[in-house]
């Protein structure tokens, strides 16, 4: 997860001499940590100079989710965040709060110790992330019209074969486009779970499967209705 970290500071930490107050610089270096993070680097605010945003990129706890388990999957992460001067053992009072929006993502973060000073040696959070209810809906309805394909096909070309219906060599095309779409349809899942997720185990592979039969059942039909001398 990249997150954009962002500081304000308590006017008894600002200082108040640099433009007139146009920008908010601290008074001394200030040193905020976030643990753990992909460097495992401190972001630091040089004194006098004016507070920047920075981003940082949080690592999920090893097993806390699987990208094979879409739309299903879901992650977590624990942050430790502190704050110091620039000796680094003088911990200031910190207080964190969480906002913004990742699209196609429910995002939580709840205080494992709500009733810590803002004092103490840190602050802990923990983030969930699971994926949003419209995805997970239009990925619900991208499976049911996959799963609704082969069910037309072998409808149609199993009524042709028994001959209630007029066999037409259009059928034999219009199944072999719905088996080339199948791949298609299958990539406008949102989140692009990879190859191997169990959509494609539970869902896909019996769609090919049974279109391929409806394939074949189509062929029967043309070499039971058609012959040379018709």
Not at 4 to 19: M, P
Not at 23 to 52: H, N, W
Not at 85 to 110: D, R, Y
Not at 157 to 168: D, I, L, M, S
Request: hydrophobic share 50%; aromatic share 12%.
């Amino acid at each position: 997860m990249l997150a954009t970290v962002g500081v304000e500071l308590d006017s008894a930490l600002q200082d108040l001499d640099v433009d007139a107050g146009l920008f908010s610089a601290p008074k001394q270096e200030l040193t905020l940590t976030i643990g753990p993070t992909a460097d495992g680097a401190p972001q630091v605010y040089p004194a006098g100079q004016p507070i920047t945003f920075k981003q940082v990129r949080i690592p999920t706890e090893p097993g806390s989710g699987y990208i094979r388990d879409w739309p299903f999957d879901h992650y977590r992460a624990v942050l430790l965040v502190t704050d110091s001067s620039a000796a680094g053992t003088e911990l200031l009072p910190v207080n964190v709060s969480f906002g913004g929006a990742a699209q196609g993502w429910h995002v939580s973060a709840v205080a494992l110790d709500p009733d810590a000073p803002a004092d103490s040696k840190g602050l802990l959070y923990s983030i969930e992330f699971s994926r949003s209810l419209g995805v997970v809906l239009f990925g619900a309805a991208i499976v049911l019209m996959l799963i609704s394909l082969p069910i037309l096909a072998l409808w149609v070309v199993t009524n042709v074969y028994r001959g209630r219906r007029k066999f037409e060599p259009a059928f034999l095309s219009w199944i072999a486009a719905l088996l080339f779409a199948v791949i298609t349809i299958r990539n406008f899942l949102p989140g692009s779970p990879p190859a191997g997720s169990w959509v494609d185990v539970a869902v896909v592979i019996w769609v090919m499967i049974a279109l391929t039969t409806a394939l074949f059942f189509g062929v029967g039909s043309w070499w039971r209705f058609t012959s040379p001398d018709r």
